[in-house]
């Protein structure tokens, strides 16, 4: 099956390294023009040069008013939003007890960020039969022992938002989804460091709780993004989809 998203514009947050960065360089080649974003300039300015003719927009989305700006920068440059990925997140914990502020902390990166860029871009991504993807987690969806409850409750909040939205977002031809990765590897992921870190230890994990007793790759999850990026995926919606390797017991 081949997929051609020529025509269409894409805006990924959270996209100037790791897992959105593959999934902007994959729906780019395949035809879709993309705006990729970060909070962090440097790194935006070093992806925006390993892509081809992109548009880099900077501003930290789990912040309203920083949310509402990008759209507004997008806007300058497209008119409509055909496809909107949301991907950005983070696992780290500092603290075993988290406190008040890591709660904090971990909901408007791993929740609000997606709500915020969202809310600010609904009139232009009713304009057309829009495509939403939301990045979450398998923590999102069963206990993971050792996973950080902030960002694990977090994550079951962002799937149920996506579940409950697309009810809303259906009767503008509007399709809104989820993707749960399990463990997946690159540069500089939580995974990239405990292998680092003790390597024996983590295959042994990886052996015992994964199926497939392998890491995931980055482009697992951005291969399942341009597909329900495009129209094959024109009937799929409210939905969330893991990619775990077979980790999940319950789903």
Request: proline share 2%.
């Amino acid at each position: 099956m081949k997929i051609n998203l020529k025509g269409k514009n894409a805006l990924i947050t959270g996209s100037s390294e790791g897992i959105g960065f593959d999934i902007a360089k994959t729906l780019q080649d395949n035809g879709c023009k993309i705006v990729i974003n970060g909070k962090n300039q440097s790194k935006l300015n070093i992806a925006k040069k390993r892509l081809h003719n992109c548009v880099a927009i900077r501003g930290d989305v789990s912040k309203y008013n920083e949310a509402n700006l990008v759209i507004k920068k997008f806007n300058k440059y497209f008119e409509k939003l055909d496809i909107l990925v949301c991907n950005v997140g983070s696992g780290k914990a500092k603290k075993k007890i988290p406190d008040i502020k890591e709660w904090h902390q971990s909901f408007d990166i791993n929740f609000w960020s997606t709500v915020n860029i969202i809310n600010s871009s609904k009139k232009i991504l009713i304009k057309s039969n829009s495509s939403i993807i939301c990045i979450s987690s398998i923590c999102g969806l069963e206990n993971i022992k050792g996973a950080p409850i902030p960002y694990s409750v977090a994550k079951s909040a962002l799937n149920s938002f996506v579940v409950n939205q697309s009810k809303f977002f259906g009767n503008f031809k509007v399709r809104i989804n989820a993707i749960a990765p399990g463990n997946i590897m690159f540069n500089g992921s939580t995974w990239s460091k405990k292998m680092k870190k003790s390597p024996s230890n983590t295959k042994k994990y990886i052996n015992k709780n994964v199926a497939l007793k392998i890491l995931g790759k980055t482009s697992d999850i951005s291969n399942m993004t341009l597909y329900l990026a495009s129209d094959e995926a024109k009937y799929i919606t409210g939905s969330i989809f893991k990619i775990d390797g077979g980790q999940l017991k319950s789903w």
